[in-house]
């Protein structure tokens, strides 16, 4: 709706203004004026008048409103495309799609209400839905459609997306060729795992235009996905070295060429990258790390270093420059920049590896400094540092003052779980009454926790016969948790204890499978020896005592089978 539009309908509004007042004796009821398609009586031009006004006032409900209101009673395509304009300022998606199907129902022929019906559709999920429209759409905007369908090609089904494929072959067919076209049905065929009619497409959009860097990075990544990294690399060197200023295109020549072991041409792209981002800090982020993570680690350090000039508050490249410092050995460095880790998912994980390089009893007092400090600045974290001296005072024969530690911590929060577990597990081999008592309390206030309710049913076995219980206990542990080798061992172990051991060996093989330590291995192998696996329980004990010598769970696993 344009500018004339609005004032004659406020001429049509000012000019009975203008008569005089009538006397009322002069007064009657209007009568209801009926609404002819195509026309605005006075009510349709009273309401449009407002949403004019609400608009200006910024007022977009009561425009939005008036107009989807209009739209719907006077069938005028102008009505609803200002109706759909309105809704596309506010975000209002359903009322995108509500006006823009009007708008189409009242225009047929005008392609740009499908277009953005379509686009919504496709931004809200409803693939199929959008389908239709889509053909229409494709032939006011066909760039812009294109590239929608494009961002939703891996979320569409295999279904729907044939469809999809049909109707774009269809329209190919029709029209100048295109290599933005090409590179849909590209990533189209390649969700459907069709990968020799992808990279087909892939080669047809690349021949209509060769520096199409979508077209060259993604049938790159499809060459890296069928394992063809030499193929992928040589397209994007060649890419490269045609369009040197596209960052995209270097990041994955960087990325690629560390993947196939050219280690010093990687790490020379890695630093032109860096210089020529200097000021991108989630650029500069990647590169460390992509630097770090191929023992690159001089370029790694000054890369961490410059992020923390980008932005001081952020402290979380102390983590990685403490790791690289442990790696290189220089230890008082690496304690330094990791109690310098102020937030972020790495805090806790930062101190536990600073106090895990002091190694020797009499670091205590620095162990409890540091831990001090830190939960005075992370007051919402205290539990978990409680929790980490106490695990470090344990293993270097503290463990009074672990225990008094943890003591009083929950005399301070005496419903903290994670410390009533803590303090469970430290007394489970001297006090099992009082375990037993803090893991009930700890699934009385988280009645899911796998966790514990694996802890309780293996300590049970541990230390009573109640094995039905600890059965039941491992059994929901493991409807909630079925791949954890903890669980499958604690479940093969019960099972094992109950007399069922043909039952226990697919358990204790699976866990074995994902965590072979010396305790799953000692159950495995006694398994073995009670299901008259004897060669495989022998094979295995020999096999972990190598590894593991002087162990005591495997010490157990050798007694058992030699009382046997």
């Given at each position: 709706?344009?500018?004339?539009?609005?004032?004659?309908?406020?001429t049509?509004?000012?000019?009975?203004?203008?008569?005089?007042?009538?006397t009322p004796q002069?007064?009657?009821a209007?009568?209801?004026?009926?609404?002819v398609?195509?026309?605005?009586?006075?009510?349709?031009?009273?309401d449009l008048l407002?949403?004019?006004?609400?608009?200006?006032?910024?007022?977009f409900?009561?425009?939005?409103?008036?107009y989807?209101?209009?739209?719907?009673?006077?069938?005028?395509?102008?009505?609803?495309?200002?109706?759909t304009?309105?809704?596309?300022?506010v975000r209002?998606?359903?009322?995108?799609?509500?006006?823009a199907?009007?708008?189409?129902?009242?225009?047929p022929?005008?392609?740009?209400?499908y277009?953005?019906?379509?686009?919504?559709?496709?931004h809200?999920?409803?693939?199929e839905?959008?389908?239709?429209?889509?053909?229409?759409?494709?032939?006011?905007?066909?760039l812009?459609?294109?590239?929608?369908?494009?961002?939703?090609?891996?979320?569409?089904?295999?279904?729907?997306?044939?469809?999809?494929?049909?109707?774009l072959?269809a329209?190919?067919k029709?029209?100048?060729?295109?290599?933005?076209l090409?590179?849909?049905?590209?990533?189209?065929?390649?969700?459907?795992?069709?990968?020799?009619?992808?990279?087909?497409?892939?080669?047809?959009?690349?021949?209509?235009?060769?520096?199409?860097?979508?077209?060259?990075?993604?049938?790159?990544?499809?060459?890296?996905?069928?394992?063809?990294?030499?193929?992928?690399?040589?397209?994007?060197?060649?890419?490269?070295?045609?369009?040197?200023e596209?960052?995209?295109?270097?990041?994955?020549?960087?990325?690629?060429?560390?993947?196939?072991n050219?280690?010093?041409?990687?790490?020379?792209q890695?630093?032109?990258?860096?210089?020529h981002?200097?000021q991108?800090?989630?650029?500069?982020?990647?590169?460390?790390?992509?630097?770090?993570?191929?023992?690159?680690?001089?370029?790694?350090?000054?890369?961490?270093?410059h992020?923390?000039?980008?932005?001081?508050?952020?402290?979380s490249?102390?983590?990685?420059?403490?790791?690289?410092?442990?790696?290189?050995?220089?230890?008082?460095?690496?304690i330094?920049?990791?109690?310098?880790?102020?937030?972020?998912?790495?805090?806790?994980q930062?101190?536990?590896?600073?106090?895990a390089?002091l190694?020797?009893?009499?670091?205590?007092?620095r162990?409890?400094?540091i831990?001090?400090?830190?939960?005075?600045?992370?007051?919402?974290?205290?539990?978990?540092?409680?929790?980490?001296?106490?695990?470090?005072l344990?293993?270097h024969?503290?463990?009074?003052?672990?225990f008094?530690l943890?003591?009083?911590?929950?005399?301070?929060t005496?419903?903290?779980?994670?410390?009533?577990?803590?303090?469970?597990?430290?007394?489970?081999?001297?006090?099992?009454?009082?375990?037993?008592?803090?893991?009930?309390?700890v699934?009385?206030?988280?009645?899911?926790?796998?966790?514990?309710q694996n802890?309780?049913?293996?300590?049970?076995?541990l230390?009573?016969d109640?094995?039905?219980e600890?059965?039941?206990?491992?059994?929901?542990?493991?409807?909630?948790?079925?791949?954890?080798?903890?669980?499958?061992?604690?479940?093969?172990?019960?099972?094992?204890?109950?007399?069922?051991?043909?039952?226990?060996?697919?358990?204790?093989?699976?866990a074995?499978?994902?965590?072979?330590d010396p305790?799953?291995?000692s159950?495995?192998?006694q398994?073995?020896?009670?299901?008259?696996?004897?060669e495989k329980?022998?094979?295995?004990l020999?096999?972990?005592?190598?590894?593991?010598?002087?162990?005591?769970?495997l010490?157990?696993a050798?007694?058992?089978i030699?009382?046997?």
């Amino acid at each position: 709706m344009n500018r004339s539009f609005i004032f004659i309908i406020l001429t049509l509004l000012i000019l009975p203004g203008c008569q005089s007042n009538p006397t009322p004796q002069q007064t009657v009821a209007p009568e209801p004026t009926p609404y002819v398609t195509g026309e605005f009586n006075q009510e349709s031009l009273y309401d449009l008048l407002l949403a004019e006004i609400a608009g200006q006032r910024r007022l977009f409900p009561v425009a939005l409103e008036n107009y989807s209101v209009q739209a719907q009673k006077t069938q005028d395509p102008g009505v609803a495309e200002r109706a759909t304009r309105i809704a596309q300022y506010v975000r209002d998606s359903d009322t995108i799609i509500s006006s823009a199907r009007l708008w189409r129902e009242i225009s047929p022929e005008n392609p740009e209400p499908y277009q953005i019906e379509a686009n919504m559709l496709l931004h809200k999920g409803q693939y199929e839905a959008a389908l239709p429209l889509i053909e229409k759409a494709l032939e006011y905007d066909a760039l812009r459609t294109l590239a929608l369908i494009r961002g939703q090609s891996e979320k569409i089904d295999t279904q729907v997306g044939s469809d999809y494929i049909s109707m774009l072959e269809a329209y190919k067919k029709n029209h100048a060729p295109r290599s933005d076209l090409e590179l849909t049905l590209a990533l189209l065929y390649r969700t459907s795992n069709q990968t020799e009619q992808a990279l087909a497409a892939f080669n047809r959009a690349l021949l209509i235009n060769p520096e199409n860097p979508e077209a060259l990075i993604q049938k790159a990544e499809l060459l890296r996905l069928e394992q063809d990294l030499t193929g992928a690399l040589a397209l994007i060197q060649s890419a490269f070295e045609q369009q040197p200023e596209n960052r995209q295109l270097h990041i994955l020549y960087t990325q690629l060429l560390f993947q196939t072991n050219h280690t010093e041409d990687a790490t020379k792209q890695a630093k032109s990258l860096l210089v020529h981002n200097i000021q991108d800090q989630q650029l500069t982020y990647y590169l460390a790390l992509l630097l770090l993570e191929n023992e690159q680690l001089n370029g790694a350090q000054r890369a961490f270093e410059h992020l923390l000039t980008l932005e001081e508050s952020d402290s979380s490249p102390h983590f990685y420059l403490g790791h690289i410092a442990q790696a290189k050995k220089e230890h008082e460095l690496a304690i330094e920049h990791y109690i310098a880790v102020k937030d972020g998912p790495n805090v806790l994980q930062a101190l536990t590896r600073a106090i895990a390089l002091l190694k020797n009893a009499d670091d205590k007092a620095r162990v409890q400094q540091i831990l001090s400090d830190a939960r005075a600045s992370l007051p919402m974290q205290a539990t978990q540092i409680f929790t980490i001296e106490a695990e470090w005072l344990n293993l270097h024969d503290y463990s009074d003052e672990a225990f008094t530690l943890i003591e009083d911590a929950l005399s301070i929060t005496p419903n903290d779980t994670t410390l009533l577990y803590t303090r469970a597990m430290m007394i489970e081999s001297t006090d099992f009454p009082q375990a037993e008592k803090d893991l009930r309390q700890v699934l009385a206030l988280e009645p899911d926790n796998a966790t514990v309710q694996n802890a309780l049913g293996y300590t049970l076995l541990l230390h009573t016969d109640r094995f039905n219980e600890a059965h039941q206990l491992i059994q929901s542990a493991l409807n909630t948790e079925p791949e954890d080798p903890a669980i499958l061992d604690s479940m093969g172990w019960v099972l094992h204890k109950m007399g069922r051991s043909h039952e226990a060996l697919p358990y204790l093989e699976k866990a074995h499978g994902l965590y072979s330590d010396p305790e799953v291995s000692s159950h495995l192998i006694q398994v073995y020896w009670a299901t008259g696996h004897e060669e495989k329980a022998k094979s295995l004990l020999e096999a972990a005592h190598k590894d593991n010598p002087d162990n005591p769970f495997l010490d157990e696993a050798m007694q058992a089978i030699n009382t046997q």
